[in-house]
């Protein structure tokens, strides 16, 4: 049978060019289409319902059952004109996807025909079957039955005639079973905390709301070579292949002209994204061949994060259309770069206040640098939280890669917020500040707006960088639900205000006056936080030793990142802030922990059948070619003749026959840890078995692979190879 990968060239050279469906309307007219949004609702609903609608989205107030039917027929009303027949809870289980179940709005009528029905307790919760999603032991240990509860901040919508309902997923027992739960609270507490901060500067602010602009970085590749590749079918990464001749050294793909073919897919993804009220805006090649990156304008935490996770749904669905497969794992190829998801995030005010963006008078200015410093101090004091809150499986590859953020958290603030940092340092003492220094230092915080408006300054080695009006978390995998990175965030940083708060009131109870006590507790924030201040390349081994040095917290293995959630410090910060109770945060651990297991399980798995199923047979079929070639050239030479001519093709029999033993060698050595791996009891015991014993031979056994990759003849080498994966567009 001819192989696979063959086939898989063969059909894309007979396939039709690409071809780029525009649409005949402008994008504002139809964006937003697929949304149950203010307008529609103001439409659908009556005055009543629609306020209570938006009283619950912006003050977090409960929607009652009565109420709850009148948005349900409403919402029905809407969604049957479009056409839908089926609705859903649409939720985030703790599996990095969405989970649907779709329920027709079909039901009997009593006389033999059928009604649409859709009333508001299918709208305000509903029982999926809570057992086969992970729970990390919550289920066992308390209740196995958990419901989905409607959350209307996130409005519904369209997809497919289904009528998408986002909510909530907790058990009966009241723990949170997804990412939305923790992630709401921890949106409600910065919130509160910023909201009191802010009453220090400037007593019209209501409300502040935490908002995330995510970059998202995602290979394409050929639907057809991807099918021909076992491994990045069942764990989206190649656990084979040499590198090819040319990757990214030219370093001629980012920014470079996107072709035709990914322009079609992108524009698919965006036509689609617009219907949805999902507002992209950016584009572009990335650094890898084949790696480009989508980016929509910020919008609210909770929003932003559902649109994520429905774009990410999308672009799977809409790549398949163009006979493209999106990765987005985190290292899909060695020796090229990986993807990310960068979270740029600030805090906005309900007087529209970018509180990262400083303002016009040395007052806001004032309130500005609080939030910098308070921002720089929760980073400092939980950056072991904040990387656990990212780290995973696939991240583990490209974290440290330099390519992309280090192990260790950092936070880059630029060469002008430095100085004004340092300013204050300088200036502010314990003692009474005289007039004139007052002045000059507000006059100094007077200037910023200035000096940042032209200050382009970046540090694309940062983990964690200010960008101007925001702060960007770079670390986070291409693959995660934004809510895990965002929830750990919001949460330190209002955790960080609460104290601020409180540090400033004890100052102030000794007579200091507010701007001074406020000056007094920033001071002592910028200093005691220095050490996670990094301007420098992250990338560079000064700067490990740099960190070391400075205590700096560098988790190596991906069971300690995940273990940085039950310290004691971390279940203050998420128990005290009421994000996570200390079972939320050990069943979440377990499913982790249980996450990696079964991730390295499936790899290495995949390897032990490509290695025994593919490489070995064709490598032996290889060398039975080539020893046949030697037989034949010994009948018809002489000895001495032969010995010339089949010295180079005897060294490679003897090369492919030595990586041949050593490959089976070692796979038969990582089955065996596996097999004893799997007999540990203990989750966390096991997790560190597969990350110390079994997964080291992943790669051990790769780079043999990889070479005898190089030897075989390119006509039998099954899978499909870097250069056709990377350059196939
Ligand atoms: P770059 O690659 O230079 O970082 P992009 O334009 O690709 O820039 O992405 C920047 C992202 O940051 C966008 O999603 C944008 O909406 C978002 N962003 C800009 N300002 C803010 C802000 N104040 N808060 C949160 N996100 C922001
Ligand atoms: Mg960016």
């Not at 480009?292 to 559902?306: C, F, G, M, S, V």
């Not at 998801?341 to 303002?359: A, E, R, V």
């Not at 200050?455 to 694309?460: A, E, F, I, L, V």
Request: glycine fraction near 4%; include cysteine; hydrophobic fraction near 40%.
């Amino acid at each position: 049978m001819a192989k696979l990968r063959f086939l898989a060239l063969e059909e894309i050279l007979r396939r039709q060019p690409a071809k780029i469906d525009f649409p005949d309307v402008k994008t504002s007219e139809y964006y937003g289409v697929n949304v149950f949004d203010r307008m529609k609702m103001q439409k659908y609903l009556s005055k009543e319902a629609f306020e209570a609608v938006v009283k619950a989205i912006e003050k977090g107030t409960r929607i009652d059952r009565k109420m709850a039917d009148q948005v349900a027929a409403g919402m029905k009303a809407w969604a049957m004109e479009q056409g839908c027949t089926h609705y859903t809870h649409w939720f985030h289980p703790l599996t990095d996807g969405t989970a649907e179940k779709h329920d027709a709005f079909v039901e009997l009528d009593g006389n033999g025909g059928v009604v649409e029905n859709f009333a508001g307790k299918h709208l305000a919760q509903a029982e999926p079957d809570a057992s086969s999603f992970p729970s990390g032991g919550i289920r066992n240990t308390f209740e196995a039955r958990g419901y989905t509860a409607w959350d209307p901040s996130s409005p519904a919508f369209i997809i497919d005639k289904t009528l998408c309902i986002p909510t909530i997923f907790v058990s009966y027992t009241g723990e949170a079973l997804d990412y939305k739960v923790p992630l709401l609270k921890s949106l409600a507490v910065v919130d509160k905390a910023a909201t009191e901060v802010c009453h220090y500067f400037d007593r019209s602010v209501n409300s502040v709301q935490s908002h995330l602009g995510w970059e998202q970085e995602y290979f394409l590749v050929d639907e057809a070579l991807f099918l021909a590749r076992p491994d990045l079918v069942l764990t989206e990464r190649t656990l084979l292949g040499h590198a090819s001749a040319k990757n990214q050294q030219l370093e001629d793909q980012y920014f470079g002209t996107i072709p035709e073919r990914v322009a079609a897919f992108m524009h698919d993804v965006e036509v689609e994204a617009y219907r949805l009220g999902i507002p992209v805006k950016t584009r572009h090649n990335e650094v890898a061949p084949n790696q480009y990156e989508l980016a929509p304008i910020h919008e609210e935490t909770n929003l932003a994060t559902d649109h994520n996770i429905l774009i990410m749904d999308l672009m799977r669905k809409i790549a398949r259309h163009h006979h493209f497969r999106v990765l987005f794992h985190e290292k899909p190829f060695k020796g090229i770069n990986g993807s990310g998801k960068h979270n740029n995030w600030s805090l906005f005010t309900d007087t529209g206040i970018n509180l990262y963006s400083p303002g016009k008078t040395p007052k806001t200015n004032l309130m500005f640098l609080t939030f910098i410093v308070n921002t720089l101090k929760a980073v400092h004091d939980h950056a072991d939280i904040l990387f656990s809150s990212i780290a995973s499986t696939g991240n583990a590859h490209r974290l440290g890669a330099n390519e992309a953020p280090p192990a260790i958290i950092s936070v880059f603030l630029g060469k002008e917020v430095s100085k004004m940092l340092d300013e204050i340092e300088k200036s502010v003492s314990e003692r009474k500040m005289t007039p004139d220094e007052k002045t000059e230092l507000k006059l100094n915080i007077g200037k910023i707006p200035q000096i940042l408006l032209d200050n382009t300054d970046r540090n694309r080695t940062s983990p964690f960088a200010f960008t101007g009006n925001r702060f960007e978390f770079r670390a986070v995998g291409s693959s995660a639900n934004c809510a895990s990175g965002m929830i750990a965030l919001n949460t330190a940083v209002a955790d960080q205000l609460v104290k601020f708060r409180k540090d400033v009131e004890a100052i102030k109870a000794k007579g200091v006056k507010k701007d001074e006590a406020i000056f007094q507790v920033l001071k002592r924030y910028i200093i005691e936080s220095k050490p996670i201040r990094f301007e420098g390349n992250n990338y560079s081994e000064e700067w490990r030793k740099e960190a070391e040095k400075r205590k700096l917290p560098i988790a190596t293995r991906v069971y300690e990142a995940f273990e940085a959630y039950l310290t004691p410090k971390a279940k203050k910060l998420f128990v005290n802030n009421g994000i996570f109770n200390e079972v939320e945060l050990e069943a979440r651990t377990e499913v982790r922990l249980e996450k990696y297991i079964k991730q390295v399980q499936i790899e290495a798995r995949v390897l032990g059948d490509l290695v025994n199923n593919h490489v070995i047979p064709v490598s032996i079929d290889y060398m039975t070619s080539l020893i046949s070639n030697v037989k034949g050239l010994k009948e018809i030479y002489s000895e001495k003749e032969f010995k010339e001519l089949a010295s180079a093709r005897m060294e490679v029999i003897k090369e492919i026959s030595g990586y041949i033993t050593t490959v089976k060698a070692k796979t038969v050595a990582m089955i065996n840890e596996r097999k004893v791996a799997n007999k540990i009891d203990d989750t966390l015991e096991r997790a560190k078995s597969y990350e110390e014993k079994v997964f080291p031979y992943l790669d051990e056994i790769r780079y043999l692979v990889d070479k005898l990759e190089l030897i075989v003849d390119d006509d039998i080498w099954p899978l499909p190879k870097y250069r056709e994966l990377l350059f196939t567009r």
